[in-house]
């Protein structure tokens, strides 16, 4: 007996050890058990308890020929490391991962209908897969998943939303046991295999985020061109073989096209023959951990194999030789190519969607990559923004009056918007139209340019080259100036930027005539003081160079608050209707003929015409000595006039609301015109700016009455859909359209 119990105790423990062994190799002990019983639409590899799968960092795959070992790396990064190193593809280590975690049972055949015939038809001896997962363990590894795949299965399954119809796979599992039942499984991954497991290779030369490339550097025979910028978020400039800002729009569609630069074929290095690198254009990307990658592309060739022009890359951290797509295979090959090439030419669809036609993707192509200096160079006139300019002078040759805006800056705080004022020939600062100065800074900022003309070398002197294209004596001077730095200290009692006012951007403007057989034509030339390049720019910045007081003048009538208006006359030659208005009660009282018509005064009527008013725009600026307009206005037909108070404050409490350089204190307080602003400003806010807005609407104030009067006449009698108008006051002409004249001609009694 004693002898029989140690027997028995040695067996238990050769079992209990060789299920440790095929515990610790296979993760499971159904190879001694044998079947392991499947449940339909069960996971066969992942349960819904874990996710061991996502910790895999080995992989296995085997056909019929060769095996390849993959392993992941500390980054996360996939790499093959049998029967070669190099990267591999990122899309394809996801897609085997995400197959054998969602896997599911679609269907388990009977052993007795596998036949060694019908094996063939499944594919799992005759053309199989067989794939490994494992994940680390102690010093070792331990296995996550074994399986073998056969033959795309001719069934499709309804996924787990019962909308999307998934396709299904043949495969064969020995991990759970000596298991020679075939399954049928949800998924498909067989095309990854199509070119062969070295078809597994990254075909992606770089693996590179565009916003971690802080430098470029473009490399070929013949020169070399230098890129750099301090930030993802700052603007690229160029630093040889010129110092000039690049066009930042292209050069981080270059770096993206870089990121997504595929091959269709990786192949060794040693399998090869390279032209001479003295041919290759080199770039090399700089990234901000201090790290570089150079891509060599060398010169385009046809290839028979590929039957398409290509061209053959190299990577400097990996030992691969890329097969890169010069040009749409479309234009090289095929009997019907030239018929197919002008068919496409035609402009019936988008060119982006013709490519996608003629390949059936849009793959990039390495011949349209912009990799020369004139490509990459900023093509922008101006590099300054529209809010970043504070005054403007214009100086034109053909006008002996200077134009000059100036911005009158506003309060957010206190909801009061940027002003714009305009000068001709030192005449007095008026109000300027705002939509016509929006669009002056948008063309300064965003002027096309057509070419380049010539280019200045660093450290040298720009005379001769300005003096040979006549910018020494330019048609148009345009003096832009930056608005000053808002952040400033007090150092000993001195008032002083924190960083440096900008310079004033100065550019010189010519016209260029060349002569024709039809006569003359040309082209506007342009240069900044201080850049690196002269320009070829478009006519749609010269078009706004008008020096024309017309062109500028507000087209707004007149700017005042509702709650400054006092009185409102309207005189329609019979009879003259005067109303009084009560800004705080909002209502209307009046007279007609001396009578009182209060009661039958419409107060929505009223509003309305008041909002009119304020909104009365003009169609056309008229000289003031314009004799058409003055003979027909000598009997209007009707006349508006307006009575309003103003509070006047000193300087030193308009700064609340505008800039103290403005020379109309009144104009400032009309600018506020919104009842809503003003009981803003009253409203109990704990901030300085407040308080002093309420010290001034309490304030005694001396008050500025002013009057306005708007006479209004026909053009002609012929024509009624237009009609003059004058500021009494002022002298003003102008023109006015028939809309508004008959919403002033209309009544506001009921």
Known sequence: MRYLATILLTLACLAVTTAAVFLAIDGNLSALTGWYRFEKGGSLFESQSSNTLSKANWIRIEDLHETIKCEKDAYGAWWITEPFKDRMSQQASSAILQFTQAARLVDTLPLNNTTRISLREFGVETSPHRITLKMPQGDGHTTLARYTLGSVAPWFTASEDGETMLPTTYMRTDFYGRDKRIHVVTGNI???FKDGLRGLRDPKPLQIQPENVLALSIKNADDQLLLNRVSAEASWNITSPMHCAADNEVVNNLIKKLSELKSPRVQNKQDIELPDEKLATSIRLQLNDGEEVTLHIYPAHYSEKDD?????ATCSDRNAVFSLQAEPRVQRSGQFSKLLNAAFELPVLPSSLMAKIKTGEAPIYSLDLP???NELRSRKFSNIHPRDISRIALRSRYSPDNLILLMIPGDKKSQVDDLWQFSLGNKPYAEAESSVVSALLNAISEVPVDGFVADIPFYTNPAKI???????????TLTVLPRPCAFRSLLYGVDIPLIKDR????????????PTGDGNSGYWIGWQRGSASIYKISSKLTRYFS?????????????????????LTLDYQKAKLILDYDYIDESWTGTLNGKDVSPNINPHRASHYLQTLQKLEVQQWLDRHDESALRALKKPIFSIKLDIKVNKINEQSAVILTDSSASNIEQQLDYQSSKQREENYLSDQNDQTSSDMRNIAMADYHVIKRSYTIQIAPISMRENTRFYARILETGELFIISNHDALSLSASVLD
Do not use: C
């Open 308 to 312: 398409m022009m290509v061209q053959l």
């Open 190 to 192: 067989l095309p990854l």
């Open 371 to 373: 990799l020369s200096f």
């Open 503 to 514: 310079e004033p951007a100065i550019y010189y403007i010519k016209r260029v005539n060349e």
């Open 466 to 476: 300005i003096n040979l294209h006549g910018l020494d004596q330019p048609d148009y």
């Open 547 to 567: 020096q024309h007081e017309a062109n500028w003048k507000k087209h707004q009538v007149l700017r005042f608050s509702a709650a400054s208006l006092s009185k």
